[in-house]
């Protein structure tokens, strides 16, 4: 989709990192009027040191088939590893994502607070576009730059 002030337009292949079914059906409702061309989901279950996985290979499912009601050909990645940020940016690079796009969780301070350090490492040392998908009404791009450098879409 191109927006109308700049001429810019949606990367054709997006990353969607998700975290639960919900998360995955809400992300890709915000994605879904961009229209992009290829969709690839990502679920990061996470491992640290032994301690049980805090999310089962069953809710990854649940969340690709969230994701697929709404892009039917999208594919799927489930990985696991500790630090989630950079589970994604690998899987970006494996699948050639010309963009990571996200939705912001919301909650909690405390959930906002944990989940901060992901959408930073993603900003801050990303090598392609992250894609803010809107909660409500707005979406802005952040180049891979290290300038504050946005535009609406």
């Not at 054709?12 to 809400?26: C, I, Q, R, S, Y």
């Not at 690839?40 to 009601?69: L, M, N, R």
């Not at 690079?93 to 906002?112: C, F, K, P, W």
Request: glycine content about 6%; proline content about 5%.
């Amino acid at each position: 989709m191109s927006s109308e002030s700049d001429g810019r337009t949606m990367p054709t292949h997006v990353l969607l990192p998700v975290a639960n079914e919900d998360d995955a059906l809400k992300t890709a409702r915000a994605l879904e009027p961009y229209k992009p061309n290829h969709v690839t989901t990502i679920h990061v279950v996470e491992k640290s040191g032994g301690a049980p996985d805090k999310t089962s290979v069953e809710q990854a499912e649940e969340s690709c088939a969230a994701i697929q009601s709404v892009f039917p050909d999208a594919e799927d990645h489930t990985v696991y590893g500790q630090d989630v940020a950079a589970e994604i940016s690998k899987v970006a690079d494996e699948v050639g994502a010309s963009a990571i796009a996200y939705r912001s969780r919301g909650g909690s301070r405390l959930m906002q607070f944990l989940s901060a350090d992901v959408s930073t490492k993603l900003v801050t040392k990303a090598d392609r576009p992250i894609i803010a998908l809107p909660r409500g009404e707005k979406t802005w791009v952040r180049t891979s730059r290290k300038t504050l450098d946005y535009w609406r879409l």
